[in-house]
């Protein structure tokens, strides 16, 4: 014979009773793995491109072959995005790392601040000079340019 | 589908098969095994008489007793975090050194402290033998039971460091105040929740009852909690015990609040703090995949719950 209590007297509410919002560690979690697979994508594609792929390798990488690189919308989209989720992905780290070992609210406060504005420092750089970079600078010795700002 | 079907199956057949499970191989093993226990017993067995003929023949014949090894015992060093909230500002470490044998665990050595060296010596244990789960401690850095913990497990030409678990208050010695552990565990709704009312009983197949059956081991003595990084720093953090008892119920296909336990670790401070870092799948003394069972529930939460 199985026993059951009609209306059990439970007295624990849950802590997040009452709490509004969306749930941004949840958000974090997902954000933490899917970013980490996307990157990895990213970061081999960039590298595989820039030393394997492109002859002459680490010593080929000059401002001529930045400055074409940035000039091509499939690069700087592949640049941009793997900044953008670079950034977010090791500054969430680093939060995560200063809530483990920075115990006084005050010091993990700062610290979690000063992650956030070098974050959003390098984002707003980086995306500016990536969309904003001018491959061919007036003045400039034309040995060091990209090939096509002989043609412009 | 396929799934279902087998299932079914299975609680159908389960009696059928416990039937047809060939008992007269399983007999036969035993009564061998019994032979040649006897046997090996009666050459071996050292004391084992040769027949007399009467007992007045027997009174005085030279009993030939088998050597009786005296297992020796040797010195370990414990150096036990002692505090006295009456006394002590701050916890301070304390030597003591015991005598041990091979086959003793901590426990006993802190017993032989108590007993024979500092009757002031504070601790918890009750059942002594790893079911109760009452004296999980921090010992040389790794949370265990004291019961459990084997002497020549240890490297014993160095001292032994025992303390209280961590990221729970310090009352005295080795005792923490459990309440905000249990607070946690009564938070997740830890009983069975089911609507109907049946005859007898709320059947299971095999396969359902497996599906949660290494949560169900757990014994609450808070190693996994206190050894959690994210609970020292944050004690609103549920921890690895709670998430693991609401896991025994949210995989149990009986029970039908699992929405309501996802729902209520589905916050800032449930599953999601978690980043995997399995110590409390080290420290449990009952070998639960603790890391494992948090992965579930997470999975839960962005799939739904597959039995």
Not at chain 2, 90 to 98: G, I, L, M, N
Not at chain 2, 109 to 120: F, G, M, N, T, V
């Amino acid at each position: 014979m199985s026993t059951t209590i009609e209306s059990p007297n439970y007295a624990y509410p849950a802590r997040s009773k009452g709490r509004r919002g969306p749930n941004l560690e949840k958000a974090g979690w997902i954000f933490m793995r899917a970013s980490g697979v996307v990157l990895v994508v990213l970061i081999f594609g960039h590298l595989a491109y820039n030393l394997l792929w492109t002859p002459g390798g680490i010593r080929a990488i000059d401002f001529g072959f930045v400055g074409g690189k940035l000039a091509d919308p499939f690069w700087q989209w592949w640049d941009v995005t793997m900044l953008w989720l670079a950034i977010l992905h090791g500054s969430n780290g680093m939060r995560t790392i200063v809530n483990d070992y920075v115990h006084k609210p005050k010091i993990r406060t700062v610290a979690i601040g000063a992650i956030g504005v070098a974050a959003a420092v390098l984002i707003i750089l980086g995306t500016l000079i990536t969309f904003t970079f001018d491959p061919c600078p007036t003045a400039a010795d034309p040995a060091l340019l990209p090939e096509f700002c002989a043609s412009l | 589908m396929a799934e279902s079907e087998q299932k079914n199956e299975n609680s159908a057949g389960f009696e059928r098969e416990a039937e047809t499970g060939d008992p007269a191989a399983q007999a036969d093993a035993a009564v061998e095994a019994t032979t040649a226990d006897a046997e090996s017993a009666m050459s071996s067995s050292g004391t084992s008489a040769a027949p007399v003929d009467s007992a007045a023949e027997a009174a005085d014949r030279p009993v030939e007793a088998a050597p009786v090894e005296v297992p020796e015992s040797f010195t370990v060093t414990l150096i036990v975090r002692r505090y006295d909230p009456e006394v002590d500002d701050e916890p301070r470490w304390v030597d003591y050194d015991v005598q041990m044998y091979q086959t003793e665990r901590i426990l006993d050595a802190l017993h032989r402290i108590k007993w024979e060296q500092d009757p002031s010596l504070a601790f918890r244990r009750s059942c002594a033998h790893g079911v109760c789960g009452s004296d999980a401690m921090r010992i040389n850095g790794k949370n265990r039971l004291a019961c459990k913990a084997l002497v020549k497990d240890f490297d014993i030409s160095k001292p032994i460091y025992v303390e209280a678990i961590k990221g729970l208050p310090l009352e005295k010695d080795l005792i923490v105040d459990m309440e905000p552990f249990f607070d946690s565990f009564r938070e997740i709704q830890p009983f069975l929740q089911a609507s109907g009312k049946p005859e007898k009983e709320r059947h299971q197949t095999i396969a359902q009852r497996e599906r949660f059956d290494d949560t169900t081991k757990c014994i609450l003595c808070a190693a996994c909690t206190t050894s959690c990084p994210v609970f020292w720093t944050d004690g609103q953090y549920f921890g690895p015990a709670a998430i693991v008892n609401a896991h025994r119920f949210i995989f149990d296909s009986r029970d039908e609040a699992s929405q309501v336990r996802l729902d209520i670790l589905n916050d800032r401070e449930g599953v999601w703090r978690c980043r995997t870092t399995f110590n409390c799948t080290d420290a449990c003394p009952r070998g639960i995949q603790v890391t494992k069972a948090i992965a579930e529930v997470k999975q839960a939460m962005l799939t739904g719950v597959k039995l």
